[in-house]
């Protein structure tokens, strides 16, 4: 590993840190992170695959009120790192992306917990008028929870294969084991979260179709995708012209009943002539 892919790695690391915090480009998404960091070590199918299989288990990790998500950052970076490094299977991404996430999910507890006091700072700011002060509390803040992740990946970084290796064949089989069995569950959860959404009762022929397809044919996922977006393309399509007609007809509906109405009123007049 170069200098230039350790520099690129620590962005990404950096990159997805704060975006776990800003949740507008979803960089700290593992599809995104785990892609990023397998496109920088040459092994881009591995990032997808791990990437995707972890955005399942991930569908379920969110922060709601006070309860604080694992940090799904940490887990993507470091996981597709030693996946990728140590030429592990994906089963034991999993199993190590599980740990990380929690031990994410201490640290980013850790890191606001400190970022209060940069929030008081900025509020002290605030009622002197300082805008350029508070300005720099907000970078001081987004820059910790960018460090929160950089720092524990510079770690892994630093540390040779051959430790990592031992480390991870230190782990007992049982400790493996279960955390696969249980990043199975979790993913088994998520695709169930993803049904659930998907169920509207016009989306579901689509649905069917989709089950349909991949059982009678040899459509690859590249086929499927474009035959989804065809599809919802088609779907707009109509409901749109559906639409248009409809207001049309209310449109030609409400000219015809004023028409009657003007008929009416001019009888009227003749009558009382």
Same mark, same amino acid.
């Not at 294969?161 to 064949?169: I, Q």
């Given at each position: ?22 949740? %507008? ?35 379920? @990790?969110?922060? =709601? ?11 993507? =970076? ?8 140590? *030429? $592990? ?7 190590? /992306? ?7 999910? /201490?640290?980013?507890?850790? =890191? ?7 929030? *008081? ?14 300005? @720099?509390? *907000?970078?001081?803040?987004? !820059? ?8 524990? $990946? ?18 007992? $089989?049982?400790?493996? &084991?279960?955390?696969?069995? !249980?990043? !199975?569950?979790? =993913? ?13 009762? %016009? ?19 590249? &086929?499927?995708? &474009?035959? !989804? ?12 012209? &559906? ?6 007809? /209310? ?13 009416? +009123?001019?009888?009227? +007049? +003749?009558?009382?002539?």
């Amino acid at each position: 590993m170069n200098i230039i892919q350790i520099i690129l790695i620590l962005l990404v690391a950096g990159i997805a840190g704060m975006g776990s915090v800003l949740d %507008e480009a979803q960089t700290h998404r593992p599809l995104v992170a785990c892609t990023l960091i397998g496109l920088i070590l040459g092994d881009v199918k591995t990032g997808i695959i791990l990437g995707g299989t972890l955005e399942m288990m991930a569908l379920g @990790w969110m922060n =709601v009120g006070l309860a604080m998500a694992p940090d799904t950052a940490l887990a993507s =970076v470091i996981s597709t790192l030693l996946v990728i490094n140590t *030429h $592990t299977s994906i089963g034991e991404g999993i199993a190590i /992306a599980v740990p990380l996430a929690a031990a994410g999910q /201490a640290l980013t507890i850790f =890191v606001r917990t400190i970022v209060v006091f940069f929030v *008081h700072k900025g509020d002290d700011f605030a009622q002197k008028g300082n805008y350029r002060a508070i300005e @720099w509390m *907000h970078v001081i803040a987004l !820059g910790l929870q960018a460090l929160r992740v950089m720092i524990p $990946t510079g770690i892994v970084l630093a540390l040779s294969t051959s430790a990592v290796e031992g480390v991870l064949k230190s782990i007992p $089989t049982v400790i493996t &084991g279960g955390l696969q069995i !249980g990043g !199975g569950i979790i =993913v088994v959860v998520g695709y169930a979260m993803v049904i659930n959404m998907m169920d509207v009762p %016009e989306l579901k022929p689509f649905f069917y179709l989709g089950f349909l397809f991949a059982a009678f044919t040899k459509f690859n996922l590249v &086929g499927f995708g &474009g035959l !989804g977006l065809i599809l919802a393309l088609l779907y707009l399509q109509l409901e749109y012209s &559906g639409k248009n007609n409809n207001s049309q007809a /209310a449109v030609a509906s409400a000219g015809s009943s004023q028409q009657s109405s003007s008929a009416d +009123d001019d009888l009227d +007049d +003749d009558l009382d002539d």
